[in-house]
């Protein structure tokens, strides 16, 4: 009898150590699965600013707003995941989330960067044809000038005045 009552007390307070145990996991998981999806949107939100930062730039952004829209909808997979109670769906959606939108904010960067070295290229090209441009505009210009004035000042010079006398 005796053995059978620690027994049956021994399977009383494990099975307690194991259902605070299991509440204990419980509220860890979802604090870390909130965590998570926290994390994940603001991934997605420093994704949208490299991708706003790319498009300033002047880079063709569509495929990065194809995968950021991506993320966003795992996201929100993983929040409905949390409110659902779905804690290892929750956090494993939002640890997804999260490497989407650190993909596309290295990408982003990328693309900025590319956009950026295009555009001064094109900068610096257009200065030097303006430049140059300008240049010979000048160089012709004081040519036709030089032209245009002696034949001009030979013409006045050529001139005879006439002198016309008293005719009434």
Known sequence: MCF????????LFMRGCFVVRGVDDAVASVADADVAVR??????????NAVLDAEKAGANVS???VRLNDAGAVLGEAE????NGNLSD???????????????VSD????????????????????????????VFVVVLAVVWRRFKRGYVGNVLGMKPEVKHNEA
């Open 4 to 11: 059978l009552l620690v027994f049956v007390l021994a399977g």
């Open 39 to 48: 994390r994940a949107f603001n991934a997605t939100l420093d994704a949208f």
């Open 63 to 65: 495929d990065l707003l």
């Open 80 to 83: 409905v995941a949390l409110s």
């Open 90 to 104: 929750a956090a494993g959606k939002a640890g997804t989330c999260v490497s989407m939108a650190q993909s596309v």
């Open 108 to 135: 982003a960067g990328a693309l900025r960067t590319w956009a950026l070295d295009g555009a001064r290229t094109w900068f610096w090209t257009y200065l030097a044809f303006s430049v140059v441009g300008v240049s």
